[in-house]
Nanobody, 124 residues
Framework: VQLQASGGGLVQAGGSLRLSCAASGRTFSAYGMGWFRQAPGKEREFVAAISWSSGSTYYADSVKGRFTISRDNAKNTVYLQMNSLKPDDTAVYYC??????????????????WGQGTLVTVSS
């Protein structure tokens, strides 16, 4: 499967952005999709994930209440709506897909395909 992330950019603190991740290929068999991010000098961290079939969602504590992950099955696209952005949210955001039935949403290890990343910069 190929993943194409988009929607990043520069925004002031308190602002909003919506990231998109369009998937092509064998998405019909994906069990879930997630968003991770990596800030300069830091390790990649989990942001949010969604079950492709049930729509169940999972969030990192740092983004709960501010970010919302959703999916459009017809378009094979996952979205990440980011509100009340903070400078600490500055990072390259990556989308990923898992084909592993027993997947742990927050563990990068379980994701098989990754997008190229989109940069989000939040200014103070």
């Amino acid at each position: 499967v190929q993943l194409q992330a988009s929607g990043g950019g520069l925004v002031q603190a308190g602002g909003s952005l919506r990231l998109s991740c369009a998937a092509s290929g064998r998405t019909f068999s994906a069990y879930g999709m997630g968003w991770f991010r990596q800030a300069p000098g830091k390790e990649r961290e989990f942001v949010a994930a969604i079950s492709w079939s049930s729509g169940s969602t999972y969030y990192a504590d740092s983004v709960k209440g501010r970010f919302t992950i959703s999916r459009d099955n017809a378009k094979n696209t996952v979205y990440l709506q980011m509100n009340s952005l903070k400078p600490d949210d500055t990072a390259v955001y990556y989308c990923a897909a898992t084909f592993t039935r027993a997947w742990a949403p927050s563990r990068a290890y379980y994701y098989n395909s990754w997008g190229q990343g989109t940069l989000v910069t939040v200014s103070s």
